[in-house]
Nanobody
Framework: VQLVESGGGLVQAGGSLRLSCAAS????????MSWVRQAPGKGPEWVSG???????YYADSVKGRFTISRDNAKNTLYLQMNSLKPEDTALYYC???????????????WGQGTQVTVSS
């Protein structure tokens, strides 16, 4: 099982980034998926989730600014991030949800992460 994130970088406040997560080694279309982030010195924070039917869920902190999506034909998960704020700075991970409605799975179900840094 492998989850490989990409698309992170340094952006000014108000800017946008699109994260991607390439999944392999499991049947991607049959799993709910999440994005999780972790800022330095803080615990992990669930950001967004999408179920197998394409229904989406968001943390209040990102609602209206971030959009999660998936392409099952490409085994890829996406996170479009707009109106970025300095407090969005974190390492962003995609994660495979292993228990229904448990949107923050254990870290061994996460990818290696991609860094997002938002400057003020």
């Amino acid at each position: 099982v492998q989850l490989v994130e990409s698309g992170g970088g340094l952006v000014q406040a108000g800017g946008s980034l699109r994260l991607s997560c390439a999944a392999s080694g499991f049947t991607f279309s049959t799993y709910d998926m999440s994005w999780v982030r972790q800022a330095p010195g803080k615990g992990p924070e669930w950001v967004s989730g999408i179920n197998t039917g394409g229904y989406t869920y968001y943390a209040d902190s990102v609602k209206g600014r971030f959009t999660i999506s998936r392409d099952n034909a490409k085994n890829t998960l996406y996170l479009q991030m707009n109106s970025l704020k300095p407090e969005d700075t974190a390492l962003y991970y995609c994660a495979r949800v292993i228990l229904r409605n448990k949107w923050l799975p254990p870290s061994n179900y996460w990818g290696q992460g991609t860094q997002v840094t938002v400057s003020s």
